[in-house]
């Protein structure tokens, strides 16, 4: 069931050129020469309930204005969006209710309230029932252990401190769906541990639906089984992690050390250097396995470690992003 719908949205911005200098100034004033950007442009994909979807991109993409325009903030061009088969644009008090919504550099806890306060102000603003505040509140505890600090004023908070509240926020009105932009950015491992964590115990624990923007793709791979790579206002690419790695990378390299130099060659294998006792062979995954090729190439010579070197996630994210813009 789709709980996310997004058909041919666009964003466009009004861009006011300015012409330098004095002569330029003046001209300004009574001419506007304007042109229109396109943040988003043309983008549609469809989201079901409990997915975890990592929805990323350069700076610049479009990730945020597209996020902004989901949860109601701000208003396409054109295009529609449905969430649970209402506009937010429409019925954004309908939908926000729905919604859970934390950005990494933007802080909604009050500065100047103890931690504490700022949930229970929340409480009112959602007009979250009491047993369901409680309710709640005992389990995003158990996830983030904030007890520790709920009588501290927000001010004094350290960042993964804010961050764990700032998520225990966006969820005590038990939303459905949860939009998460840049949730890691700036903090530690162990809070990027505790983040983590917490998306993957509330996924499993109430089937949150979960849009993840981020520029760790440590979160993409933990957390995602698919993603949806947006450049230029245009998504390159949508599907899950694996297709994406075999088709942009499809290669895998087989670090074998023997117990004396050798040169040990096999049909379906490119041998990429040999130096010593160590042989490194190039492979396509689709080809044979690696434990195949380690068998066959133990057949000729004894083997003493054996090493594989996968593609780094990051090598092919920059790879979409190349061909997206030769295109």
């Keep these: 069931m789709d709980i996310i719908k997004v058909s041919h949205l666009v964003k466009e911005y009004k861009k006011i050129k300015k012409e330098m200098g004095l002569k330029g100034a003046v001209k300004n004033l009574f001419v506007q020469d ?24 350069p700076n610049g993409a479009g990730k945020s204005t597209t996020v902004k325009m989901l949860s109601g903030i701000m208003r396409p061009t054109s295009g529609e969006i449905l969430i649970n088969g209402i506009s937010p644009q429409k019925e954004r008090k309908r939908v926000v ?46 996830i983030f252990q904030f007890r520790e600090f709920i009588d501290t004023p927000v001010r004094q908070l350290s960042l993964g401190q804010r961050m764990r509240g700032d998520l225990a926020a966006a969820m005590l009105h038990s939303p459905e769906i949860l939009f998460l932009d840049e949730p890691t950015i700036g903090l530690d491992v162990e809070a990027k541990y505790s983040v983590r964590k ?58 074998i050390d023997f117990y004396h130099p050798i040169t040990v060659g096999h049909p379906k294998a490119e041998l990429v250097s040999v130096e010593e006792a160590r042989a490194v062979y190039k492979f396509r995954k689709d080809e044979i396995t690696a434990a195949q090729l380690i068998e066959d190439i133990s057949h000729t010579a004894p083997i003493k470690e054996v090493g594989l070197r996968e593609a780094k996630i990051d090598d092919i994210i920059r790879t979409a992003y190349r061909g997206s813009a030769q295109l």
């Design 34 to 57: 304007a042109e229109y950007v396109r943040a988003v442009d043309d983008i549609s994909f469809e989201i079901e309930k409990g997915d975890i979807v990592a929805y990323i991109g």
């Design 97 to 142: 209710k729905n919604l859970g919504v934390v950005f990494g550099q933007r802080s909604q806890l009050n500065w100047n309230l103890r931690l504490g306060e700022t949930f229970e102000l929340l409480k009112r603003i959602y007009q979250i029932d009491g047993a369901l505040y409680e309710k709640n509140i005992k389990m995003l505890d158990e």
């Design 198 to 255: 917490f998306i993957k115990e509330i996924n499993a624990r109430s089937k949150t639906t979960i849009i993840l923007t981020t520029h760790d793709l440590g979160d993409v791979q933990e957390l995602c089984k698919r993603l949806i790579i947006i450049n230029d206002g245009k998504i390159i690419e949508d599907g899950s992690l694996d297709e994406l790695v075999d088709r942009i990378a499809p290669y895998r390299q087989l670090v």
